[in-house]
């Protein structure tokens, strides 16, 4: 089943913006905090978002431009990133807390025109653009227009996380926004009274598309937690504020589990996952605790979600689920062709499919790297007789020793709810000159023998750790991802 084709002229902020229209004077976004909540109608999104429009055109920059984003989780990234849009021009959102080095290799690559900067917020070591921070005066401006064109054109641009080597900058169409239709039957179950309350930042796509722009294109309810919100305080704000979806990274619902204490939630319809494989053991405890269910999918910056779970047709156990309706993918062996039903191969992603990126842009313009006609996600997966997905990990991911290729998921999964562990993931060490073992980093008060009783009875022995290392926290982005490269030079550090 396909999907109704992109509207054409187009434009993803005026889209993003339309349903909202309907009701001026419903909330579209509130930025929770401990005592009070900030409240942004549509009426007064919508016309932030065109003043910023306004002043970008009037200060003289042109259609194409590219606009760094160094912007925290307040109102004004959201304003930022849809007037750019609006005007035709090319935000680029970037993590907060980026460093100045970091910022000084990663510039270059997006050649901006402009830097839209909150305050505090670090910067290139010499910014090669005019640096714009008064972000109150741009979204007061005079009101500009929607830049209508062709949807295939460039809109946005995004950086990989960087968590399989250094970050790339991917190049979205307008389109892109209207393919995340695809999500809101396939995921989210969806609704126009829906508050979703997403506890990501906001430079993140799975924050950026789920947590508001999605809510929006359907007329629903915004939620954020103010900046500094600690993960312990979501409860109470989800409970005061009447959310209905809660999304977030697998590593914020292992927070909020921590103590298996029920939690009260009581207009909570359902959660979402994404960013990292859902543990079965996490997804059992927090429906325990809360008495709903947790949708997992399985997206990349380069095409945002396409496999999920959903309320209308939920995972099938130990799965990730099925290819949104209208989609379009294939898992190919290394030879390119069909895997058969059951067997691991490569997600690709057909180069039709509205969603997946223009490329990645380089020297100006983006490419897309393509085998044949497929865009290969790097992602191993087999097919169920159901067309049930499930996930072996990441193809750089796999693990190599005596000869065996290992997934760190089947290895992690034999100690999920071991009593006294808190988490766990694994990760392979070379311990001498071309020999490489299996080592597993866990916390919580679980001892080395216990864990190795645990692999002897659920692992063959080539899966099975040759190094328990205890550590106090696993390394996570800052969006709460698990980063594999920063686990795998500290386990060697510690060997």
Known sequence: MGMEPCPSPFNLADYVLTAGRATPDKVALAVLGPARAER???????????????????RGFAPGDRVLLRLGNTPEFPVAFLGCIAAGLVPVPTAEGLTEPELDRLTPLVAPAA????????????????VLNDLAALMDHAPGGYAMGDPDRLAYVVFTSGSSGTPKPVAHAHRASWARRMMWDGWYGLRPDDRVLHAGAFNWTFTLGTGLLDPWAIGATALIPAPGTAPEALPLLLKRHDATIFAAAPGIFRKLVAADAPLALPRLRHALAAGEKLPEALRARWETATGTTIHEALGMSECSTFISGSPARPA?????????????????????????????????IHRSDPGLMLGYLADGSPALPLSGDWFLTGDLVSAEPDGALRYHGRRDDLMTTGGFRVSPLEVEAAFHGAPGLAECAAAAVEVKADTHVIALAHVGDIGKDALAALAEARLARYKQPRLYIPLSALPRSANGKLDRRALARLLKEQT
């Open 316 to 348: 099938p156990q130990g799965t990730l689920g099925h290819p949104q309706p209208g989609r379009r993918i294939a898992i190919l062996t290394e030879d390119g062709l069909a895997a058969a039903t059951g067997e691991t191969g490569i997600l690709a």
């Open 115 to 130: 830097i839209l900067a909150g305050p505090g917020v670090s910067l290139p070591g010499a910014p090669p653009c005019p």
């Open 40 to 58: 942004w109608s549509f009426a007064r999104l919508e016309a932030a978002v065109l003043g910023m429009a306004g002043a970008l055109v009037a």
